[in-house]
């Protein structure tokens, strides 16, 4: 994961690999993403948080203001099952999602907002 994320365009590593565990951002090399306000970049980050993990099924976690008030996906693979192909099909539907949102995507900012709405109460 940690090797993969490190060759992706929308994706970048915000610490070197710990055991089994590192902190996902957006790649502020990105010309779309470098002009992001730190509001809109926070916001995209957990709109992403919750589509994947609502929507998709893979749960990821989101720790606010690590990179410069930024927040990070931290990404943890614990689990004896998880593969490989898991992993690459995690950062692709992030990398999918992000670039959706950093363009304002309104089918999916919606899609993503029904689910807040339905799930008050149990989103952190």
């Keep these: ?17 710990e055991l089994n565990e590192f902190l996902i ?12 306000t730190r509001e809109r970049y926070n916001e995209i980050m957990q709109l ?7 929507v998709l099924g893979t749960y990821i976690s989101l720790n606010e203001d690590i990179d410069g008030g ?6 943890i693979v614990v689990h004896p099952y998880t593969t490989k192909a898991d992993v690459e099909e995690l950062i692709v539907d ?6 959706r949102l950093v363009v304002g995507d309104p089918e999916l ?8 709405e339905r799930e008050k109460g149990w989103i952190d």
């Design 70 to 75: 930024r927040h990070a996906w931290r990404f």
């Design 109 to 116: 900012e919606a899609e993503i907002n029904a689910v807040i």
């Design 48 to 54: 992403a948080k919750l589509y994947v993990d609502r």
């Design 94 to 99: 992030l990398e999918k999602t992000v670039a």
């Design 1 to 17: 994961g940690f090797e993969r994320v490190g060759k992706s365009p929308i994706l970048q590593a915000k610490q070197q690999l």
């Design 25 to 36: 951002g957006l790649n502020l090399e990105d010309e779309i993403i470098k002009g992001l």
